[in-house]
């Protein structure tokens, strides 16, 4: 089996079909507790969610619910396209072993053609503490046409986000984008 290293996830030529790591894999009990996006320009929250302190993590989930809980759908609409950079603001807490060299990397795809890479990393984190991390993405240029085509196919546009430590794959989750019209 082929190890999953920033290098190989830098070198995929699509989204990938299964999660490359399990539930299990996340020895350092990295916990998402709040996720905001939002317009860096006006400031206006586009998605937020935030999860309930009583709300049982995904590694107490049956496992055929683990690998759902790993996927979102996100529904921005058109107007998306205008923006110039968004905000993801990350809040998370680690267990207790100390994170060296945390590392994201996020590949968007449309219909398996890459339209972004980014990379973001946060050097260190204190065992058993809680962490906010915002992350500015720059909103790639979109021809007309393609922009069409993602906006009258949701759900076509996807990304993969691996989580590492060091060059530990240590988390996997995917997402789908929907850009049509509000009803």
């Not at 968004?86 to 809040?91: N, Y």
Request: net charge negative.
């Amino acid at each position: 089996m082929q190890q999953v290293t920033p290098a190989y996830v830098r070198n995929l030529n699509g989204i990938t079909q299964d999660f490359l790591c399990p539930v299990s894999a996340n020895i350092f009990n990295i916990q998402f507790l709040k996720f905001r996006i939002r317009d860096m320009d006006s400031g206006q929250t586009l998605f937020e969610v935030e999860r309930d302190q009583d709300e049982e993590s995904i590694e107490n989930l049956p496992p055929e619910y683990q690998d759902e809980a790993r996927r979102i759908k996100y529904h921005f609409g058109p107007q998306f396209f205008e923006l110039k950079t968004v905000g993801a603001q990350l809040t998370f807490s680690v267990g207790d072993k100390p994170i060296k060299n945390f590392t994201i990397i996020e590949r968007h795809y449309f219909r398996d053609n890459l339209l972004r890479s980014y990379e973001f990393q946060f050097p260190f984190c204190i065992p058993n503490s809680t962490n906010t991390w915002e992350h500015i993405y720059t909103i790639p240029e979109i021809n007309e046409a393609m922009r069409q085509e993602m906006i009258n196919n949701p759900f076509q546009t996807k990304s993969d986000s691996f989580y590492f430590v060091g060059d530990q794959l240590v988390m996997h989750n995917k997402a789908e984008y929907d850009y049509s019209p509000f009803d």
